[in-house]
T-cell receptor, first 114, second 116 residues
């Protein structure tokens, strides 16, 4: 069965600090997809990134970067020089090629204080 | 723009009074999903349709039903809402059932349901 664990329930940082959100997953499939979503207080899910299981290259998009390590089943998300607008709940999610259902971790609530 | 639209954005219903939430998509995706997200929790999959094939999650209460009359529309029916059903309901689509291989998942903005 697939499972996603985000051990950090809440993180609070001061603006301009770097912050890393952890994500650990479990799956039996060899082909799977990992996602990060941002959920601001308004409630909609904002897609940030999708990574397939065959691509372990790290990715950087502006202040955002992601570190995918199959050896530790982790897909961590780092925000560099955090800003108040980064305050939100962030979800890591997993879908298996066979079945296709998207399963979410419990989410990490990030609070960035001025 | 092609998208997933959920109406209404906010819905208030009375305890025990049937309510229907709607989702429409212009993406022509084969798969449509309904998620329930209670306060401070992760979205939880209730069921999904692959074309006309309905797939219920094992722990989805019988109180929740769904209809997909055509490719574009999918409805979530709550037959007798209880206070515990107050939540954000999110609709999502994917092109096929391959785990988001093609185009990933597209989410609507959600319907926030209040039960009074």
């Amino acid at each position: 069965a697939q499972k996603v664990t985000q051990a950090q329930t809440e993180i609070s940082v001061v603006e301009k600090e770097d912050v890393t959100l952890d994500c650990v997953y479990e799956t039996r499939d060899t082909t799977y997809y990992l996602f990060w979503y941002k959920q601001p207080p308004s409630g909609e899910l904002v897609f940030l990134i999708r990574r397939n299981s065959f691509d372990e290259q790290n990715e950087i998009s502006g202040r955002y970067s992601w570190n995918f390590q199959k050896s530790t089943s982790s897909f961590n998300f780092t925000i560099t020089a955090s800003q108040v607008v980064d305050s939100a709940v962030y979800f890591c999610a997993l879908s298996e090629f066979q079945g296709g259902k998207l399963i979410f971790g419990q989410g990490t609530e990030l609070s960035v204080k001025p | 723009d092609a998208m997933v639209i959920q109406n209404p954005r906010y819905q208030v219903t009375q305890f025990g009074k049937p309510v229907t939430l709607s989702c429409s998509q212009t993406l022509n995706h084969n798969v449509m999903y309904w998620y329930q997200q209670k306060s401070s929790q992760a979205p939880k999959l209730l069921f999904h349709y692959y074309d006309k094939d309905f797939n219920n999650e094992a722990d989805t209460p019988d109180n929740f039903q769904s209809r997909r009359p055509n490719t574009s529309f999918c409805f979530l029916d709550i037959r007798s809402p209880g206070l515990g059903d107050a939540a954000m309901y999110l609709c999502a689509t994917s092109r096929d059932g391959s785990g988001g291989a093609n185009y990933g998942y597209t989410f609507g903005s959600g319907t926030r349901l209040t039960v009074v």
